[in-house]
């Protein structure tokens, strides 16, 4: 897996949804504990500082498009995490029956056949099927 693979992955999504692209940061998942508070989650999209936080042993193609929709309702919501995230949504639901978390598991589920073989080639450097 190549990190710099994975930044150009992310600047050619950005591009094709006319957004600017998030960071990125790639962590061991010790560090990831450290960072997020926890270490078992798979990757977690900071709104403020527009960055998409993945574990090192989780990049692959379906966590990083649901994190890059993250970062899509975070623009779309004119930069206003409590709009985008709502606290009463993450208060009162479980992470799975959330708004946001819904829409970006149809979202990401719904483009993960049409970019994987640009993902395959950039981020695994080989042919995709």
């Given at each position: 897996?190549?990190?710099?693979?994975?930044k150009r992955f992310?600047?050619?999504?950005?591009?094709?949804?006319?957004?600017?692209?998030?960071?990125?940061?790639?962590?061991k998942p010790e560090v990831m504990m450290w960072r997020v508070g926890y270490a078992d989650a798979p990757a977690f999209y900071h709104a403020e500082r527009e960055t998409m936080i993945i574990r090192e042993d989780s990049v692959e193609l379906g966590n990083l498009l649901h994190e890059f929709v993250h970062h899509l309702q975070y623009i779309r919501s004119g930069r206003d995490a409590d709009k985008a995230f709502p606290v009463e949504e993450?208060?009162?639901?479980?992470?799975?029956?959330?708004?946001?978390?819904i829409e970006a598991k149809i979202i990401a589920s719904d483009y993960e056949d049409f970019y994987r073989e640009l993902w395959e080639v950039m981020v695994r450097?080989?042919?995709?099927?």
């Open positions: 897996m190549s990190v710099e693979g994975v992310i600047e050619i999504l950005a591009r094709d949804f006319k957004v600017p692209p998030p960071n990125l940061e790639v962590l993450v208060a009162s639901k479980p992470h799975c029956q959330r708004s946001f978390e450097g080989r042919r995709g099927s």
